[in-house]
Protein backbone atom coordinates (compact mmCIF):
# COMPACT_ATOMS: atom_id res chain seq x y z
CA UNK A 1 0.00 0.00 0.00
CA UNK A 2 1.14 3.62 -0.31
CA UNK A 3 2.47 5.47 2.09
CA UNK A 4 0.28 8.62 3.64
CA UNK A 5 1.12 11.99 3.50
CA UNK A 6 3.48 13.27 6.77
CA UNK A 7 5.03 9.64 7.46
CA UNK A 8 8.79 9.07 6.82
CA UNK A 9 9.41 5.04 6.76
CA UNK A 10 13.08 4.10 7.07
CA UNK A 11 14.75 3.01 3.90
CA UNK A 12 16.32 0.02 5.18
CA UNK A 13 19.18 1.95 6.09
CA UNK A 14 18.93 3.57 8.86
CA UNK A 15 17.68 6.30 6.56
CA UNK A 16 14.47 8.48 5.71
CA UNK A 17 12.85 7.72 2.90
CA UNK A 18 12.81 10.19 -0.50
CA UNK A 19 9.61 11.86 -0.16
CA UNK A 20 7.98 13.15 -4.50
CA UNK A 21 4.75 15.41 -4.12
CA UNK A 22 3.79 16.08 -7.31
CA UNK A 23 1.36 19.05 -7.20
CA UNK A 24 -1.44 20.81 -9.56
CA UNK A 25 -3.96 23.32 -8.93
CA UNK A 26 -6.77 20.57 -7.75
CA UNK A 27 -6.96 17.03 -6.85
CA UNK A 28 -9.53 16.71 -10.17
CA UNK A 29 -6.84 18.15 -12.29
CA UNK A 30 -4.34 15.78 -10.77
CA UNK A 31 -7.13 12.86 -11.49
CA UNK A 32 -7.47 13.58 -15.22
CA UNK A 33 -3.60 14.81 -16.28
CA UNK A 34 -0.71 13.36 -13.83
CA UNK A 35 -2.07 10.24 -12.15
CA UNK A 36 -3.70 8.87 -15.15
CA UNK A 37 -0.32 9.48 -16.99
CA UNK A 38 1.69 8.35 -14.44
CA UNK A 39 -0.13 4.72 -14.33
CA UNK A 40 -0.24 5.24 -18.40
CA UNK A 41 3.73 4.84 -18.09
CA UNK A 42 3.64 2.35 -15.72
CA UNK A 43 1.40 0.55 -17.60
CA UNK A 44 -0.50 -0.26 -14.88
CA UNK A 45 -3.83 0.76 -13.17
CA UNK A 46 -4.62 2.59 -10.30
CA UNK A 47 -7.53 0.14 -9.55
CA UNK A 48 -6.64 -2.79 -7.31
CA UNK A 49 -3.26 -1.74 -7.21
CA UNK A 50 -1.32 -2.86 -4.34
CA UNK A 51 0.94 -0.33 -4.45
CA UNK A 52 -1.07 2.78 -4.66
CA UNK A 53 -3.57 4.13 -1.85
CA UNK A 54 -6.75 5.64 -3.35
CA UNK A 55 -7.65 6.79 0.11
CA UNK A 56 -4.27 8.72 0.53
CA UNK A 57 -3.09 9.41 -2.83
CA UNK A 58 0.39 7.62 -2.57
CA UNK A 59 2.44 5.21 -3.80
CA UNK A 60 5.24 3.09 -3.18
CA UNK A 61 6.94 -0.50 -3.37
CA UNK A 62 8.64 -2.62 -1.34
CA UNK A 63 12.00 -2.23 -3.02
CA UNK A 64 11.67 1.12 -3.49
CA UNK A 65 13.38 4.05 -1.16
CA UNK A 66 10.51 6.46 -1.05
CA UNK A 67 6.51 6.88 -1.62
CA UNK A 68 5.39 9.40 -4.57
CA UNK A 69 1.81 11.52 -2.86
CA UNK A 70 -0.27 13.64 -5.03
CA UNK A 71 -2.45 16.56 -4.02
CA UNK A 72 -3.58 19.30 -4.99
CA UNK A 73 -2.00 23.34 -4.41
CA UNK A 74 -6.05 24.46 -2.77
CA UNK A 75 -5.34 21.71 -0.33
CA UNK A 76 -3.75 23.84 2.29
CA UNK A 77 -3.55 21.45 5.12
CA UNK A 78 -0.77 19.45 2.15
CA UNK A 79 0.78 22.29 0.88
CA UNK A 80 1.38 23.68 4.84
CA UNK A 81 2.39 20.18 5.73
CA UNK A 82 4.98 18.24 5.90
CA UNK A 83 8.29 18.81 4.10
CA UNK A 84 9.68 16.50 1.24
CA UNK A 85 12.46 15.89 -0.81
CA UNK A 86 11.67 16.71 -4.50
CA UNK A 87 8.56 18.63 -5.77
CA UNK A 88 7.12 18.44 -9.14
CA UNK A 89 4.44 21.28 -9.65
CA UNK A 90 2.05 20.58 -13.02
CA UNK A 91 0.84 23.45 -14.42
CA UNK A 92 2.69 25.93 -12.20
CA UNK A 93 0.65 29.16 -14.45
CA UNK A 94 -2.67 28.24 -12.84
CA UNK A 95 -1.10 28.17 -8.82
CA UNK A 96 -0.81 31.22 -7.17
CA UNK A 97 3.25 31.97 -6.26
CA UNK A 98 2.65 32.00 -2.62
CA UNK A 99 1.47 28.06 -2.97
CA UNK A 100 4.20 27.48 -4.83
CA UNK A 101 6.96 29.65 -2.51
CA UNK A 102 5.47 27.66 0.16
CA UNK A 103 5.79 24.61 -1.09
CA UNK A 104 9.58 25.28 -2.25
CA UNK A 105 10.79 26.13 0.65
CA UNK A 106 9.18 23.24 2.41
CA UNK A 107 11.41 21.19 -0.54
CA UNK A 108 14.78 19.65 0.66
CA UNK A 109 16.37 18.98 -2.23
CA UNK A 110 14.80 20.29 -5.95
CA UNK A 111 11.39 21.47 -7.62
CA UNK A 112 10.63 20.76 -11.51
CA UNK A 113 7.84 22.80 -12.49
CA UNK A 114 5.79 22.69 -15.65
CA UNK A 115 3.37 24.65 -17.68
CA UNK A 116 2.25 25.93 -20.89
CA UNK A 117 3.46 29.37 -21.75
CA UNK A 118 0.14 31.49 -21.95
CA UNK A 119 1.88 34.08 -20.30
CA UNK A 120 4.59 35.60 -18.21
CA UNK A 121 3.91 34.33 -14.42
CA UNK A 122 6.03 33.66 -11.28
CA UNK A 123 8.45 31.39 -12.66
CA UNK A 124 9.57 34.13 -15.44
CA UNK A 125 9.61 36.50 -12.69
CA UNK A 126 11.83 34.47 -9.58
CA UNK A 127 13.51 31.30 -11.21
CA UNK A 128 13.98 31.50 -14.97
CA UNK A 129 17.88 32.79 -15.60
CA UNK A 130 18.68 32.36 -12.08
CA UNK A 131 22.01 30.82 -12.10
CA UNK A 132 21.18 27.84 -9.38
CA UNK A 133 18.31 27.10 -12.18
CA UNK A 134 17.95 24.98 -15.33
CA UNK A 135 15.28 25.91 -17.99
CA UNK A 136 14.21 23.10 -20.72
CA UNK A 137 12.25 24.48 -23.36
CA UNK A 138 10.01 21.48 -25.56
CA UNK A 139 7.48 21.43 -27.82
CA UNK A 140 5.29 18.57 -29.28
CA UNK A 141 8.14 18.60 -31.71
CA UNK A 142 9.80 16.80 -28.75
CA UNK A 143 6.91 13.76 -28.39
CA UNK A 144 6.39 13.98 -31.96
CA UNK A 145 7.50 9.85 -32.21
CA UNK A 146 4.90 9.05 -29.25
CA UNK A 147 1.86 11.40 -30.95
CA UNK A 148 -0.97 10.00 -32.83
CA UNK A 149 -1.00 11.71 -36.18
CA UNK A 150 -4.34 13.74 -35.92
CA UNK A 151 -2.90 15.19 -32.78
CA UNK A 152 0.31 17.10 -34.99
CA UNK A 153 -2.29 17.87 -37.73
CA UNK A 154 -4.42 19.57 -35.46
CA UNK A 155 -1.48 21.10 -33.63
CA UNK A 156 -0.45 22.78 -36.21
CA UNK A 157 -3.70 23.69 -38.23
CA UNK A 158 -3.64 26.56 -35.85
CA UNK A 159 -0.22 27.98 -37.11
CA UNK A 160 -2.28 30.68 -39.66
CA UNK A 161 -5.70 30.51 -37.84
CA UNK A 162 -4.65 31.36 -34.15
CA UNK A 163 -0.93 32.80 -33.98
CA UNK A 164 -1.34 33.36 -29.87
CA UNK A 165 -2.31 29.82 -30.03
CA UNK A 166 0.52 28.60 -32.36
CA UNK A 167 3.17 30.35 -29.94
CA UNK A 168 2.14 29.18 -27.35
CA UNK A 169 1.09 25.23 -28.11
CA UNK A 170 2.80 24.86 -31.27
CA UNK A 171 6.44 26.95 -30.59
CA UNK A 172 5.92 26.70 -26.98
CA UNK A 173 6.90 30.90 -26.56
CA UNK A 174 5.35 33.27 -24.51
CA UNK A 175 1.50 34.13 -25.32
CA UNK A 176 -0.20 37.31 -24.61
CA UNK A 177 -3.51 36.51 -23.30
CA UNK A 178 -5.24 38.98 -24.41
CA UNK A 179 -9.12 40.43 -25.09
CA UNK A 180 -10.41 37.56 -23.07
CA UNK A 181 -13.72 37.35 -23.18
CA UNK A 182 -14.89 35.93 -19.24
CA UNK A 183 -11.68 37.17 -17.76
CA UNK A 184 -13.02 36.82 -13.88
CA UNK A 185 -14.06 33.20 -12.42
CA UNK A 186 -13.18 31.36 -9.12
CA UNK A 187 -13.62 27.53 -8.30
CA UNK A 188 -15.32 25.75 -6.02
CA UNK A 189 -15.60 22.19 -4.54
CA UNK A 190 -19.50 21.58 -5.97
CA UNK A 191 -22.41 23.10 -6.99
CA UNK A 192 -24.74 25.00 -4.11
CA UNK A 193 -28.39 23.87 -3.85
CA UNK A 194 -30.64 25.62 -6.07
CA UNK A 195 -32.82 25.39 -9.40
CA UNK A 196 -30.73 23.83 -11.91
CA UNK A 197 -30.36 24.87 -15.70
CA UNK A 198 -28.74 23.31 -18.46
CA UNK A 199 -26.54 24.20 -21.72
CA UNK A 200 -26.28 22.10 -24.29
CA UNK A 201 -23.83 22.47 -27.14
CA UNK A 202 -23.52 19.71 -29.98
CA UNK A 203 -20.32 18.11 -30.90
CA UNK A 204 -19.27 17.54 -34.91
CA UNK A 205 -16.62 15.72 -36.31
CA UNK A 206 -13.52 16.91 -34.24
CA UNK A 207 -15.79 19.16 -32.09
CA UNK A 208 -16.97 18.09 -28.68
CA UNK A 209 -20.31 17.27 -27.31
CA UNK A 210 -21.01 19.70 -24.17
CA UNK A 211 -23.54 19.41 -21.21
CA UNK A 212 -23.06 22.46 -18.60
CA UNK A 213 -25.29 22.24 -15.50
CA UNK A 214 -25.52 25.42 -13.88
CA UNK A 215 -26.74 27.30 -10.57
CA UNK A 216 -27.63 31.37 -10.10
CA UNK A 217 -27.56 32.38 -7.06
CA UNK A 218 -28.52 36.08 -6.83
CA UNK A 219 -25.27 37.74 -9.05
CA UNK A 220 -23.46 34.21 -8.72
CA UNK A 221 -23.15 32.07 -11.42
CA UNK A 222 -22.01 28.96 -10.68
CA UNK A 223 -21.36 25.92 -13.52
CA UNK A 224 -20.21 22.68 -13.56
CA UNK A 225 -19.03 20.47 -16.64
CA UNK A 226 -20.97 16.96 -17.05
CA UNK A 227 -19.89 16.25 -19.77
CA UNK A 228 -17.36 16.83 -22.65
CA UNK A 229 -17.06 14.40 -25.26
CA UNK A 230 -14.99 13.95 -28.63
CA UNK A 231 -16.44 10.49 -29.70
CA UNK A 232 -19.40 12.15 -32.01
CA UNK A 233 -22.48 11.15 -29.71
CA UNK A 234 -25.60 10.64 -31.16
CA UNK A 235 -28.73 12.47 -30.16
CA UNK A 236 -29.86 9.19 -28.20
CA UNK A 237 -26.16 8.19 -26.46
CA UNK A 238 -27.06 12.31 -25.25
CA UNK A 239 -29.96 11.72 -23.81
CA UNK A 240 -28.79 8.33 -22.68
CA UNK A 241 -26.08 10.62 -20.55
CA UNK A 242 -28.55 13.05 -19.32
CA UNK A 243 -30.56 10.55 -17.95
CA UNK A 244 -27.80 8.64 -15.91
CA UNK A 245 -26.34 12.26 -15.16
CA UNK A 246 -29.80 12.38 -13.02
CA UNK A 247 -31.24 15.48 -15.10
CA UNK A 248 -34.78 16.23 -14.16
CA UNK A 249 -37.03 15.60 -17.34
CA UNK A 250 -38.58 19.26 -16.17
CA UNK A 251 -35.03 21.25 -15.50
CA UNK A 252 -34.94 23.37 -18.75
CA UNK A 253 -31.80 22.79 -20.90
CA UNK A 254 -31.19 25.07 -23.59
CA UNK A 255 -29.15 23.97 -26.69
CA UNK A 256 -27.35 25.20 -29.67
CA UNK A 257 -30.33 26.75 -31.73
CA UNK A 258 -28.90 25.64 -35.18
CA UNK A 259 -29.61 22.26 -34.17
CA UNK A 260 -33.55 22.34 -34.21
CA UNK A 261 -33.39 18.62 -35.58
CA UNK A 262 -31.38 17.33 -32.57
CA UNK A 263 -33.01 18.93 -30.24
CA UNK A 264 -36.57 17.71 -31.56
CA UNK A 265 -35.15 13.89 -31.02
CA UNK A 266 -34.17 14.56 -28.02
CA UNK A 267 -37.48 16.40 -26.51
CA UNK A 268 -38.68 13.21 -27.77
CA UNK A 269 -36.87 11.29 -25.13
CA UNK A 270 -38.43 13.07 -22.29
CA UNK A 271 -36.43 15.86 -21.42
CA UNK A 272 -37.46 19.53 -21.08
CA UNK A 273 -34.97 21.07 -24.07
CA UNK A 274 -35.21 23.93 -26.18
CA UNK A 275 -33.87 26.34 -28.46
CA UNK A 276 -31.21 28.59 -27.06
CA UNK A 277 -31.82 32.37 -28.04
CA UNK A 278 -30.60 33.13 -31.71
CA UNK A 279 -30.63 35.47 -34.42
CA UNK A 280 -28.67 38.70 -34.95
CA UNK A 281 -26.88 40.18 -31.85
CA UNK A 282 -27.33 37.22 -30.26
CA UNK A 283 -23.94 35.90 -29.52
CA UNK A 284 -22.88 39.50 -27.72
CA UNK A 285 -26.24 39.52 -25.82
CA UNK A 286 -24.98 35.90 -23.99
CA UNK A 287 -21.34 37.23 -23.33
CA UNK A 288 -23.11 40.19 -22.16
CA UNK A 289 -25.16 37.98 -20.08
CA UNK A 290 -22.53 35.81 -18.46
CA UNK A 291 -20.82 38.48 -17.36
CA UNK A 292 -23.50 40.19 -15.69
CA UNK A 293 -22.73 37.37 -12.95
CA UNK A 294 -19.56 36.39 -10.47
CA UNK A 295 -18.57 33.65 -12.22
CA UNK A 296 -17.59 30.02 -10.65
CA UNK A 297 -16.35 26.35 -12.03
CA UNK A 298 -16.79 23.42 -9.60
CA UNK A 299 -12.44 22.11 -10.08
CA UNK A 300 -13.62 19.03 -11.62
CA UNK A 301 -15.03 21.23 -14.59
CA UNK A 302 -11.53 20.82 -16.00
CA UNK A 303 -12.16 21.25 -19.90
CA UNK A 304 -14.33 24.31 -19.14
CA UNK A 305 -11.94 25.80 -16.50
CA UNK A 306 -8.85 25.75 -19.51
CA UNK A 307 -11.48 26.75 -22.23
CA UNK A 308 -12.33 30.01 -20.24
CA UNK A 309 -8.32 30.64 -19.49
CA UNK A 310 -7.87 30.94 -22.62
CA UNK A 311 -11.45 31.70 -24.89
CA UNK A 312 -10.67 35.50 -26.44
CA UNK A 313 -11.57 37.81 -29.12
CA UNK A 314 -9.63 37.25 -32.17
CA UNK A 315 -7.71 40.64 -33.56
CA UNK A 316 -8.16 41.93 -37.31
CA UNK A 317 -4.33 40.53 -38.95
CA UNK A 318 -4.51 44.64 -40.72
CA UNK A 319 -5.28 46.58 -38.26
CA UNK A 320 -4.96 44.72 -34.84
CA UNK A 321 -8.01 45.83 -33.24
CA UNK A 322 -10.12 42.86 -32.01
CA UNK A 323 -12.87 41.55 -33.60
CA UNK A 324 -16.27 40.03 -32.18
CA UNK A 325 -14.82 36.82 -33.61
CA UNK A 326 -13.79 34.39 -30.61
CA UNK A 327 -11.10 31.18 -30.34
CA UNK A 328 -13.00 28.65 -31.81
CA UNK A 329 -10.93 25.83 -30.11
CA UNK A 330 -12.19 27.18 -26.81
CA UNK A 331 -15.74 28.09 -27.16
CA UNK A 332 -17.63 25.04 -26.61
CA UNK A 333 -18.00 25.12 -23.44
CA UNK A 334 -18.46 28.44 -22.90
CA UNK A 335 -21.24 27.94 -25.90
CA UNK A 336 -23.11 25.66 -24.09
CA UNK A 337 -23.13 27.98 -20.80
CA UNK A 338 -23.57 31.11 -23.04
CA UNK A 339 -27.22 29.22 -24.54
CA UNK A 340 -28.46 28.59 -20.89
CA UNK A 341 -27.85 31.85 -19.08
CA UNK A 342 -28.84 33.80 -21.96
CA UNK A 343 -32.48 31.85 -22.15
CA UNK A 344 -32.62 31.35 -18.79
CA UNK A 345 -36.44 32.84 -17.40
CA UNK A 346 -35.07 33.01 -13.99
CA UNK A 347 -36.85 35.31 -11.37
CA UNK A 348 -34.42 37.89 -10.95
CA UNK A 349 -35.91 41.84 -12.22
CA UNK A 350 -32.61 42.77 -13.00
CA UNK A 351 -31.62 40.23 -15.13
CA UNK A 352 -35.14 39.88 -17.25
CA UNK A 353 -35.52 43.80 -17.77
CA UNK A 354 -32.29 43.64 -19.64
CA UNK A 355 -33.51 40.54 -21.81
CA UNK A 356 -37.13 42.02 -22.26
CA UNK A 357 -35.61 45.37 -24.17
CA UNK A 358 -33.30 43.11 -26.04
CA UNK A 359 -34.14 42.74 -29.55
CA UNK A 360 -32.89 40.16 -31.59
Not at 11 to 19: E, L, P, T, Y
Not at 148 to 159: A, G, L, W
Not at 346 to 352: G, I, K, L, P, V
Request: glycine share 8%; charged share 25%.
Amino acid sequence: MGIPTGSYPDSGKGQRAVIISVVSESLPHLKRGCIRDFFNILGESPDNNPYYSKTEFTYSRPNWKGVIEFFGADDDSKVRGPRRDILAINEGNNIPWETARGLDIRTSRFTIVDWNPVSEFWAHEYWIDQPENAYIHSTYLDARHVLPEQVVKDIESYRDKDPNWWNVYGLGLVGKIEGLVHPLFQQVNELPMGAAHYGLDFGFASDPTVLIKSVIIGDKLYSKELFYDRSGLTNGQIAQRMTLLGVNSTDPIYADPSEPKSIEEIRQKGFNIMEAVKGPGSVAFGIQRVNQFYQYWTKDSLESIKAQRNYRYLKNKQTGEYTDDTTHQWSHPMDARRYDVATYKAQYNEFQSVSSGYRF
